[in-house]
């Protein structure tokens, strides 16, 4: 148990990282885990954290409102989650707790890349078994599971980079390859770009594991750490030295904090702004798990107005239709 409850406070961190201030959880996810926090007797607060439970938040009139914490225990069932609680009357808006990472074990420095000359398509194979073979990635990729390396154009305008892979991207070795994924692809759509014409790539290249008691949990998953991020960021950097993009995107408030080394608040203080990472043009944007979560036409046209940017930045034409969507 102790090990889902960390689950559930790493992902309230995650979505707070972007942007998100509640989450609808159903009725019968708060009785699981009140049964199970009861079943225990009682749960040690972990050391370092902060537990903030806010005021009762209002709820639907005629219900009694309450102060609760919960939330799905990884991305995945946040989202299955988050539509079962919008499709039934009993769902109840629930305010993120703040909690500590559970940080990965010590990492070695970071490695030194020293890529082959040789065309595009030559270097990104280097770099591709460089990382593969690597013994700390090696060591971090789960029995039967993949890295994931990045994929996309090698002559890309822009360059899309998210936190970590999820559950379906180390099934598949491919970077979005789960619902968010899917929303991804129908946004680049919209852009009338496909994925093949953009290069996606993470901070981080594996599935950030949470661990109970000195063992991963294959249920859940984490932010990656700050150790991680670092160690990985020379993968993320030969791949831009070898695609050359016109532009970077960050989606997320996790992969926005991982490029730019900065704390916010909240994503919004840098969202939509054109900022600077390593001398290329940096939009921050929402992850698409946040549209996820928050299907509504004012959160579509948040989005839609970054991209917008990144069409007018990447020089791609745009219609009057497609400034107009989610209006």
Not at 82 to 97: E, F, L, N
Not at 217 to 229: H, L, N, Q, T, V
Request: hydrophobic share 45%; proline share 9%.
């Amino acid at each position: 148990m102790h090990a889902i409850l960390n689950a559930i406070a790493e992902e309230l961190a995650r979505l707070k990282a972007d942007g998100e201030t509640t989450v609808p959880v159903s009725d019968a996810t708060l009785d699981g885990l009140r049964a199970m926090v009861r079943a225990r007797g009682a749960v040690a607060k972990p050391a370092g954290a902060e537990v903030v439970v806010p005021a009762p938040v209002a709820a639907s009139p005629g219900a009694a409102a309450r102060p609760v914490v919960a939330a799905p225990v990884n991305p995945l069932r946040a989202e299955r989650e988050a539509a079962a609680a919008k499709a039934a009357p009993s769902g109840r808006p629930v305010v993120a707790v703040l909690a500590p990472v559970v940080s990965a074990p010590s990492l070695p420095p970071p490695p030194v890349m020293t890529l082959p000359d040789g065309d595009k398509a030559a270097r990104r194979a280097a770099l591709t078994t460089l990382m593969r073979e690597h013994p700390v990635c090696a060591a971090r990729v789960r029995p039967g599971l993949k890295l994931v390396t990045g994929a996309g154009a090698l002559e890309a305008k822009v360059f899309l980079v998210g936190d970590a892979p999820g559950e379906e991207e180390e099934a598949t070795g491919e970077p979005f390859a789960g619902p968010a994924g899917e929303l991804l692809t129908k946004m680049l759509k919209g852009m009338g770009l496909s994925r093949e014409a953009v290069y996606i790539s993470y901070l981080v290249n594996w599935r950030p594991a949470v661990t109970a008691g000195g063992d991963a949990d294959p249920s859940g998953s984490r932010p990656p750490s700050a150790e991680e991020i670092a160690f990985c960021r020379p993968f993320l950097q030969a791949a831009l030295d070898i695609v050359q993009p016109d532009l970077v995107v960050a989606l997320g408030g996790t992969a926005a904090q991982g490029l730019l080394g900065a704390q916010f608040t909240t994503l919004a203080e840098v969202r939509g702004r054109w900022l600077d990472y390593g001398g290329r043009p940096l939009l921050v944007t929402y992850h698409p798990n946040y549209l996820l979560r928050s299907a509504s036409n004012r959160s579509k046209r948040a989005v839609w107005e970054d991209l917008l940017k990144v069409m007018e930045r990447a020089g791609l034409p745009i219609s009057e239709r497609q400034r107009g969507f989610f209006l």
